[in-house]
Nanobody
Framework: QVQLVESGGGLVQPGGSLRLSCAASGSISSIYSMGWYRQAPGKQRELVASIIDGSTTVYKEFVKGRFTISRDNVKNTVYLQMNSLKPEDTAVYYC????????????WGQGTQVTVSA
């Protein structure tokens, strides 16, 4: 069983920055991809960014140029650097991943709340 622990959220003013971390632990044979997701109140959880094979990054259009995903392969940790934050970025942020292409995602962690407000 893989455990995911997200951290780094908080309250920030519009235009500010936050750096989220997600540590994966437990029965990890390998990591193929990891990604950050978010869920705003009343909305479905959506993918924000992902990193594949530790190097290839993919971003949703609404965060391109503002967010950067990275991964520490030794620590099994994925990061999300969020700059130029907007009120519409307010959500609970979760990470997830899988161990092989097409593999099942791991159990969700508790997430970390990001609130962008003046």
């Amino acid at each position: 069983q893989v455990q995911l622990v997200e951290s780094g959220g908080g309250l920030v003013q519009p235009g500010g920055s936050l750096r989220l971390s997600c540590a994966a632990s437990g029965s990890i044979s390998s990591i193929y991809s990891m990604g950050w997701y978010r869920q705003a109140p009343g909305k479905q959880r959506e993918l924000v960014a992902s990193i594949i094979d530790g190097s290839t990054t993919v971003y949703k259009e609404f965060v391109k140029g503002r967010f950067t995903i990275s991964r520490d392969n030794v620590k099994n940790t994925v990061y999300l650097q969020m700059n130029s934050l907007k009120p519409e970025d307010t959500a609970v942020y979760y990470c997830n991943g899988n161990s092989r292409p097409g593999g099942s995602p791991w159990p969700w962690g508790q997430g970390t709340q990001v609130t962008v407000s003046a």
